[in-house]
């Protein structure tokens, strides 16, 4: 029994549109970083402030080089499931 046309079409819409909630544009991204380094207590317009952002930035490559690497060495993996 396969399911109706819309409700097929209805989940990857949703998959989209929440995927596209969850990104963040590059300006965004910046005054995020910022916005943490002031958290930690440094002051705008400082070299201290400015490493700090440099810091949080190098930081975030790091974590997404990781999940990229783990993704990739996942997919790399034999499936256990072998469809019997």
Known sequence: MTAPLWRTALFPLIGL????????????QAKRN??????????PNTDEFA??????????SARMD???REEVSRS?????????
């Open 17 to 28: 549109f929440v995927s596209g909630c969850l990104t963040t544009s590059p300006e965004q």
């Open 66 to 68: 990781a999940r990229h």
């Open 51 to 60: 490493d700090c952002v440099v810091r949080i930035e190098n930081e975030r």
């Open 34 to 43: 910022e916005e943490r380094c002031v958290e930690r207590g440094y002051k």
């Open 76 to 84: 790399a993996m034999p499936s256990l499931n072998r469809g019997y």
